[in-house]
């Protein structure tokens, strides 16, 4: 055994420590446009953490002209190199206006089902696209992909953003992602380790148990992490889960029994371990903000993510390691391990930051968009015929119904005032009325009368969502209307288990459609396919 | 009389025409984040019209880093000096986000009752803001300001937007605006001549038709015109506005007797004269794209604004001078008015635009967020006590409920789901329920029981809004509510005029307040003032 290296001097010290811990900024440059002051540190604050030493920072929020500027911004606040991450699941456009958005992963692993090599170069094409535009902002770690195998239904959080609901196309899918992914100089991160595909709680509000034995682990959770690490894959981010059979005391993220003994020693990683954010309820509920950090360290995690306060953390991790309570050889073991993943990285792209004129300026190139629309055809359900379309009153208005629902109005990326989820259906003479998941009126949602109504749901297991929009009242509305003889059309947008539940419920001629996407892209798609509109072209996609 | 001068070759007079057309642009780099496609060129279009000598742009949305890359890639697909322009009407953060979001004019016309000198310094600090800002991100050319006397309480379109209700202050206000906005190196823009203010019609929707005679609008709707000129305004704007006193035929925006005799000749007018959008429905329902772009410059208009199409405006303005319809003398005196304003402006700011690191990157400075206070702060109304915080039932819910009302959900820069309207009252127990105004609910608005209600309404005068509200059920409802004993408060955000027909039916002591600001630093201080938060700390604002 090498002997201890020797203790760093304080200020030194500290600011190893720092550069350990990844904080929350907003990709917009200033204050006032930040969406979740909450979690958004303001820039005096990340200017003097940054100053002081701390090594990463994850991003949400802004332009992708504008995140090109700041995280150059950030990088001159830091003698430095830094990591800068986001959680691009879902293509970089997910996060980060003027980039490709990309039907969630479980659109692969449904092709993966009949077409699996198709599938497989889907997802390598995925992880490309995904790397080449983070790098072009400045990000270097895509914290992606959700190596979770959602083999449970109800499964609030994760649902379509997994690739899979079996372990073998989840690994399969997700390896090819890692590996094209990395191949284009960016870092990937297998989260949320050991899986959390089989939880019916949201880690953002709860801590989910799962009373899985080692084995069961070993046949559905772990292969895709194994896989992962096969594939070199730079990092994994911890699941804010308590695995009884493993460790009954401490979460997944702050027990040595499951990063320490399982993730390391057993399944052999040597790369990046970084913690799913601190801040979240299932941690936050249990321990301050120092003690988490120094828990989730001496558990074997190297990287803490969005502690609920960065300078207590990094307080509580010095005063850990100067009290004997972490040693310092483990402190250099994550101080290397960033090191050599920061080794990995491609240089920074030649084309100047301040450059208008990259790829990026006229949007996502032909590929890219190609790769969009495939996802959107080939995952497409759909059944019955086409939309009736619905005469006007004297006042012009369309005497049908559309009743959307969305999780929240208010903040709806894929829902402006022009996306096609209400203007084809109200050019064939349904009236689009909202309703909002997270403030539903008190009203009865039927729309009185007997128009006929089509029914367009945006519902997919999200963070902070609590559920999957299962206390919603859709099921029986479906059956009423129905009865009623007054359902047009039937239009899911995200689960899957939500359209395979209702599609059970509805008569095998009712138009009706699915699609795992909610982008206008998606909406254009499906909303052809029932017959409204007219063209392919609409979708907003070209060549 | 000088001699004509001689023809332009072809391709020399097709460039020159051109380069007095502004296009509008989408202040975002990518195509697919246009908001308005209908209405934004996609880059292709622009990059082509741009090459062709389209000689200005119109710009509208993105962020301020976005925006100020977004100027400097339209200037290289352009071989001349290009006018930049925005509706930055309500500080630059009106329209792209990150920078000084003012609150309404009317606010400064408010404080001009009672305190003339300090409202004519804030006039002046609202131009220097405005005119600082807009040259940071490339703009050369503010559309402001609006020089409409709002004598009209009814009038849909212009309202808040406007400086005052009579022309003394109208003119004394504006013409402080355009001194100090010019100043500092940019154009300004009177609109929209010769006065929208006393108008019951949205111009955006339908040909408004004013009868006023030659005297009243001597007395009413010029002087600030002739203020705006005498304070050396570089541009007007045009009002499509029927004034059959002056011309029954056309619209003041293709009226020789408006702008060739009553601008120019009568009011000695050399500047710039620009069109209000050739695009709104007033022209475009009358006339065809190039039909317009003749008339409006055979009347006496030097640039057209936003043609329905703008190779159609070009090959008729072409067509009308080699057919002798349009003299090159005309086209001569356009195109030296517009290098005349070219040379007015400063030269670019030093600072390189891929500098992230600007006055704008940490947000407006303190001298701009302190007058958008004090602008707040000073405009502020309110009567009656505070709101008594109301119980929450078992499950955690406050008893109360707020309804809240704002013209679209799904378009409202200013209610984010952390907006203060809707965290300060659910802070206090009241339950937010959000209301469409252009896709309200068919279901009655009064919530069920006996529940405490607190009535938010985010109403002004808007574009393309047809009225600011007036058909909509709050008065109705206040009074119901007041009858059942349910009113717990009044909140109105925007109309002075909605306020003022409120204010009456409410009892004295009921917790009411109204601000001309609809921003979120509007609805903290309008809703801390009625007892809820805790401080102005909390508007966002800080030193």
């Known amino acids: ?76 606040w830091s003698s430095q190199p830094l990591l800068f991450c986001a959680d691009v699941e879902e293509g970089v456009g997910q996060r980060f206006e003027g ?40 990000l270097n770690w895509i914290l992606a992909p959700v190596c979770d195998v959602n083999n449970n239904p109800a499964n609030p959080v994760i649902n379509v953003r997994a690739w899979g609901e079996d372990p073998a196309t989840v690994s399969a899918l997700t390896a090819a992602f890692i590996a094209a992914a990395q191949a284009e100089g960016v870092l990937c991160c297998a989260k949320h380790f050991p899986g959390h595909g089989d939880t019916t709680g949201d880690s953002h509000l709860e801590l989910p148990v799962l009373a899985h034995s080692r084995e069961r682990l070993e046949a559905i959770e772990l292969p895709p992490f194994q896989r992962a690490i096969a594939a070199d894959v730079a990092s994994v981010m911890t699941g804010h889960l308590l695995l009884s059979a493993l460790d009954d005391q401490r979460p997944a993220t702050l027990s040595a029994a499951v990063l320490s003994q399982l993730l390391r020693q057993d399944m052999g990683f040597g790369g990046l371990v970084v913690t799913d954010a601190l801040v979240m309820e299932a941690i936050t509920a249990h321990h301050g903000p120092g003690e988490a950090a120094v828990l989730a360290m001496e558990a074997g995690a190297d990287l803490v993510l969005m502690p609920a306060d960065a300078d207590a953390a990094i307080e509580a991790l010095v005063g850990a390691i100067n009290g004997g309570r972490l040693s ?7 101080l290397r391990r960033r090191q050599l993943a920061l080794e990995r990285l491609l240089p920074e792209p030649v084309q100047p930051p301040c450059e208008p004129l990259g790829p990026l300026s006229n949007g996502p ?115 009423l209307l129905g009865q009623q003889g007054r359902l047009a059309g039937l239009a899911v947008y995200g689960s899957p288990y939500l359209w395979q539940s209702l599609r059970g419920r509805i008569p095998a001629n009712l138009p009706a459609a699915w699609s795992p996407g909610q982008m206008p892209g998606a909406q254009t798609l499906l909303l052809t396919s029932l017959g409204l509109g007219d063209s392919v072209a609409q979708a907003g996609f070209t060549d």
Not at 119 to 136: D, F, I, K, P, S
Not at 453 to 473: D, M, T
């Open 365 to 479: 190139d032909g590929a890219d968009q190609r790769l969009a629309l495939t996802l959107l055809q080939r995952s497409l359900e759909r059944q019955g015929g086409v939309l009736t379309p619905v005469a006007r009153g004297a006042d012009g208005q369309g005497l049908g119904v559309s009743l959307v629902r969305v999780d929240g109005l208010l903040s709806c990326p894929f829902l402006s005032p022009t996306a096609p989820a209400l203007t084809l259906p109200e050019a064939a003479g349904f009236r689009c009325q909202l309703v909002d998941g997270l403030r539903p009126a008190d009203a009865d949602l039927v729309p009185p009368g007997d128009t006929p109504v089509l029914l367009q749901l945006f519902i997919r297991g999200n963070p902070f969502r609590g559920s999957a929009g299962k206390a919603e009242p859709w099921v029986a509305l479906l059956d």
């Open 328 to 334: 310092p050889t483990r402190l250099q073991q994550s």
């Open 1 to 76: 055994m090498a002997p201890e290296p020797p203790h760093l001097p304080a200020q030194e010290l500290r600011r190893a420590v720092a550069s350990l811990v990844v904080v929350r900024a907003s990709g917009h440059l200033t204050d006032p446009q930040r969406h979740y002051p909450r979690w958004e540190l303001p820039n005096a604050t990340l200017r003097r953490l940054l100053a002081e030493g701390v090594g990463g920072v994850i991003l949400l929020g802004g332009s992708t002209a504008e995140v090109r500027l700041r995280t150059r911004q950030l990088a001159t």
């Open 99 to 138: 980039a490709s958005w990309l039907p969630p992963p479980m659109s692969v692993g449904r092709i993966h089902a009949h077409d699996p090599e198709a599938a497989l170069a889907l997802a390598a094409a995925y992880g490309r696209c995904t790397a080449r535009e983070a790098r072009q902002i400045g």
